[in-house]
């Protein structure tokens, strides 16, 4: 018999044992019935500082990889074995950098209850290195661009915007909760994205489904990540020229991008896109170039040649 449990947590690690851990113990003040939790490991260093897990958070599975399969194949993993193991009724996908509100889950549980077709609901995120800024809002896609506005991105939370629920057409990967009907439907994240855009395009698919998107900013999660406007020690944009690992990034970011609108755009809005795409990959080679990072001009061909053979960046 199947163990019960209202809500499934998956959380995936990947070398950041402390940020699981502080999580984790977010969790543990949560109101109410605590969640199960399932941590994947995607290949650590040390997995084995991942056992004693189990020691403050009895209600835990951990599995471990052999391998780093990305961050969402590490996530449907962890959807599958609770699938299998858990009968539950919602799941939630959490980075493992975040810190939760004890009334979180619950806020994004009732939303399900109050709204029909509903497939995914998300929370207001704030950075944790400043709570007074917004790291997401809720978020629509410009599908001319092929990509995410973030509302409030980057300053405080405004009435109409980051403070107000609503309908949305993309949720963070950051934060996702499901139904287990809506779950058991969208199966998780697309295989073949190893990471960047498999939210993108799994907010695209619960779309095409039928499936509505709902933004709760009464629950509220922290998010570990530097670049808040009020931040003295600011990171750069992830393409910005001063970014160390902007030519990764650009690699997979417009790899996959183009990967996930060839799947769900077409006709006239398909065109549009791809005259946009090739402005943005122009201004982006120029801007690398000008600041003397050369690499960008065989990551482009990268790019081209995974766009060609139908492809997402591995």
């Known amino acids: 018999m199947l163990k019960r449990y209202n809500l499934v947590i998956i959380l995936v690690n990947y070398n950041s044992f402390q940020d699981t851990y502080d999580c984790i113990e977010s969790i543990k003040k949560t109101q109410g019935e605590l969640p199960y939790l399932v941590v994947v490991d995607n290949a650590s260093k040390n997995p084995d500082l991942l056992d004693g897990l189990k020691d403050t958070y009895p209600e835990l599975h951990l599995i471990k990889n052999l391998e780093n399969v990305g961050f969402g194949r590490a996530n449907n993993q962890g959807i599958k074995w609770a699938q299998e193991n858990i009968d539950f009724q919602y799941l939630l996908l959490l980075n493992n950098d975040t810190l939760v509100e004890p009334d979180s889950f619950k806020y994004l549980q009732e939303a399900f209850k109050m709204r029909p077709n509903i497939g995914i609901t998300t929370s207001k995120i704030m950075y944790e290195g400043d709570r007074d800024i917004v790291w997401y809002g809720g978020g629509d896609i410009n599908f001319k661009r092929g990509w995410p506005k973030i509302i409030d991105y980057n300053m405080k939370a405004t009435s109409n915007g980051a403070e107000a629920s609503k309908l949305v057409s993309f949720v963070s990967g950051c934060v996702m909760m499901f139904s287990k009907a809506s779950i058991a439907k969208l199966r998780g994240f697309d ?14 698919r619960a779309l095409k489904e ?73 201004k982006n080679n120029l801007t690398m170039i000008i600041n003397r990072r050369f690499g960008i001009i065989p990551n482009t061909f990268k790019v081209f040649k995974n766009i060609m053979l139908n492809r997402s960046a591995t």
Not at 191 to 204: G, H, Q, V, W
Not at 222 to 249: C, D, I, M, R, W
């Open 191 to 204: 295989d073949a994205i190893f990471m960047y855009c498999e939210d993108l395009e799994l907010s695209m």
């Open 210 to 282: 039928g499936y509505t998107l709902y933004y709760e900013p009464k629950s509220i999660i922290y998010h570990k990540v530097q670049g808040s406007s009020k931040s003295s020690n600011k990171e750069p944009t992830a393409l910005s020229p001063k970014n160390s690992n902007a030519l990764f990034l650009f690699y997979h970011m417009r790899t996959n991008q183009y990967f996930v609108m060839r799947k769900f755009l077409n006709g006239k809005m398909f065109i549009v896109f791809n005259l946009m795409y090739c402005a943005v990959l122009i």
